[in-house]
C-alpha cells in the first residue's frame, strides 16, 4: 500500500464543517521520535526515519524525483527492522537501535500527537493536536499501486476545494516542530526543495 496524504491549515468552523457526515474511526494518542545523521542525509532526501510508541519506523518518498513539483506527499512506509537497516544502508548486529547509535544516527525531535481519525467517503481525515500548541488536518488516501498515485493527488486536492479547506497547505507536525525549535534544519529542508511555501490554485 501507498500512503499519499497533504496537510492543511484549519480556519474557525473548518472541522465542525468537514465532520458532516464522516464517520469516527477513533482516538489516540502517540509519541513520535525522529532520526538522522548530523549531516541531515536522511531529511534532505525526503526520508523520514522515527520511533512511535518505541516502534521504528521509516516513511520512504514514492515521488522524490518530482519533489520540487508535487502537490501532495507520497510515501512508503517500512516496519521491519531488516528493511529499515537494508534502506539505510546500515548493518544490524544486535538491534536497529543499537546499529543506529553505532552510525551516529541521534534523534532531533520529539513529539506527542492527539488524534481524532474520521472517514469520510473514501478519504482519512486526521485531526491532529500536538503538545508543543500546533494543530493541523491531514488528508489521506491509501492506493495499492504507484498507478493509482496521480488520481489519488488530483483527489485530494479537489477535496480539498469542494469542502473549502484553506487553498494554503500547511505544515506536518515535524516540519512544524522544525520551523519553530530548529530553524537551521527547517531551512536546509527548504533549500533542498523537502518544504516549500505554496498556495493551491483555488
Not at 518530482?66 to 538491534?95: F, G, M, P
Not at 469520510?120 to 500548541?133: I, Q
Amino acid at each position: 500500500m501507498y500512503e499519499i496524504e497533504k496537510n492543511f491549515d484549519l480556519r474557525s468552523g473548518d472541522k465542525d464543517r468537514l465532520l458532516i457526515g464522516a464517520t469516527l474511526i477513533g482516538k489516540k494518542s502517540f509519541t513520535d521520535t525522529y532520526y538522522d545523521y548530523g549531516d541531515l542525509r536522511l531529511t534532505r532526501r525526503d526520508y523520514w526515519l522515527r520511533t512511535r510508541n518505541g516502534k521504528f519506523e521509516l516513511k520512504v518518498p514514492i515521488n522524490k524525483d518530482s519533489i520540487h513539483d508535487r502537490l501532495t506527499d507520497q510515501y512508503k512506509e517500512i516496519e521491519n527492522e531488516e528493511e529499515v537497516a537494508k534502506c539505510l544502508n546500515i548493518k544490524i548486529e544486535t538491534n536497529l537501535a543499537v546499529a543506529l547509535v553505532k552510525a551516529d544516527v541521534r534523534p532531533f525531535a520529539t513529539v506527542t500527537t492527539k488524534r481524532e481519525s474520521y472517514k469520510k467517503n473514501s478519504f482519512r481525515l486526521d485531526f491532529d493536536d500536538m503538545d508543543f500548541g500546533f494543530t493541523t488536518l491531514e488528508v489521506e488516501l491509501m492506493v495499492n499501486s504507484p498507478a493509482e498515485i496521480s488520481q489519488a493527488e488530483t483527489r485530494i486536492i479537489e477535496f480539498a476545494k469542494e469542502n473549502g479547506i484553506s487553498a494554503t497547505l500547511g505544515h506536518g507536525k515535524v516540519i512544524e516542530y522544525l520551523f519553530r525549535y530548529r530553524p537551521e534544519h527547517y531551512q536546509d529542508l527548504i533549500d533542498s526543495g523537502v518544504v516549500k511555501k505554496q498556495k493551491l490554485s483555488y
